[in-house]
């Protein structure tokens, strides 16, 4: 079990088979997905984090998760995994905290939301951000590619949703996804070039 104290902080990328913009996020999710399933891919890479004594900067994780047509009625089935470059102790401090075990986000959602655990994998993970392009890949697990929205203001900047009830954050960057993918934990999925939905914002979680 991990150390009730710890803190994890950094940028996160997500794609999911919902078509853009995701009805999920603007109905606090009460709307139903585009399809009968929801499939979200989440990545989240630690830019700065603590449990205990064990340094957490540097270490990737993603969550995987699908949950039926209203994603607020539960039933999700979810799953974790955790770069395989962690050494010993990284991978036992994000262990629990990543499957739901040690409090904090993760834990609300494994306890409210998630009716079908699958498990905890360690294996090795891309994380690529690039201005408005994002990547991730798990090789034999999933991958998925983002591109933010660009606001025609000129600013280089993406067009975000602001006060959003994602376990994230609040304000969300709208991308749509070149291809998400996956093949692990019980579930298939494989679409490309369909433009459907994504996002990418900062992250900090604590517990």
Same mark, same amino acid.
């Given at each position: 079990m991990a150390d009730p104290n710890w803190t994890i902080s950094g940028e996160y990328i997500e794609s999911c088979n919902c078509d853009y913009l995701c009805p999920c996020i603007y109905?606090? /999710? $009460?709307?139903e997905a585009t399809d009968?399933?929801? *499939?979200? =891919? $989440?990545?989240?890479? +630690? #830019? $700065?984090g603590r449990c205990g004594d064990v340094d957490l900067a540097g270490v990737t994780f993603a969550l995987v998760i699908r949950s039926g047509r209203v994603m607020a009625d539960g039933g999700w089935v979810f799953a @974790? %995994?955790? #770069? #395989?470059?962690?050494?010993? @102790?990284?991978r036992a401090a994000l262990g629990p905290i990543v499957s739901g075990e040690a409090g904090g986000i993760p834990a609300? +959602?494994?306890?409210?939301? %998630?009716?079908d655990y699958r498990g905890l994998q360690f294996a090795p993970i891309k994380f690529v951000k690039d201005g408005l392009s994002h990547e991730v890949e798990i /090789?034999? *697990?999933?991958?998925?590619? *983002?591109?933010?929205?660009?606001s025609r203001n000129g600013n280089g900047e993406p067009f975000y949703i602001d006060n959003t009830a994602h376990p994230a954050n609040t304000r969300l960057a709208l991308a749509r996804s070149g291809h +998400?993918?996956?093949?692990?934990?019980? =579930?298939e999925?494989?679409?490309?070039?369909?433009?459907?939905?994504?996002?990418?914002a900062p992250f900090s979680w604590s517990g």
């Open positions: 109905t606090n /999710p $009460q709307g009968e399933h929801c *499939v979200s =891919l $989440q990545a989240y890479r +630690i #830019d $700065q @974790g %995994v955790v #770069d #395989d470059g962690a050494d010993e @102790g990284q609300r +959602i494994r306890d409210n939301l %998630v009716s /090789p034999g *697990v999933l991958s998925f590619a *983002v591109e933010g929205v660009a +998400i993918a996956i093949n692990g934990f019980g =579930l999925l494989n679409m490309s070039g369909e433009g459907n939905n994504g996002h990418f």
